[in-house]
């Protein structure tokens, strides 16, 4: 009698039968997940800002027809106000 293909098929049947149990431990893990009311309010705002557009064309072309039209202004303390917002971190 060769024992070494006994071994064989022991080691086969119960490294098959781990890998299945910790398929089932995954499983019920994966579904027992609920995310914090804080990673949910993320979750949505990530998703609102991946749905905008990377370019709004509106302010654009708004901000054009001002320019155009000489109508654009912007006062000196927002200018002032940004970059001292930018310097001062």
Do not use: W
Not at 33 to 59: C, G, H, M, W
Request: charged residues 20%; glycine residues 4%.
């Amino acid at each position: 009698m060769n024992i070494s293909k006994i071994s064989n098929i022991y080691e086969a049947y119960t490294v098959g039968s781990a890998n299945k149990i910790n398929k089932k431990i995954t499983n019920n893990i994966e579904e027992a997940y609920v995310p914090s009311e804080k990673a949910a309010d993320f979750a949505t705002t990530l998703n609102a800002v991946r749905n905008q557009p990377e370019i709004r064309t509106e302010k654009i072309t708004s901000i054009k027809n001002e320019i155009d039209a000489g109508t654009y202004f912007v006062s000196a303390s927002d200018i002032a106000n940004k970059i001292l917002g930018a310097y001062n971190g």
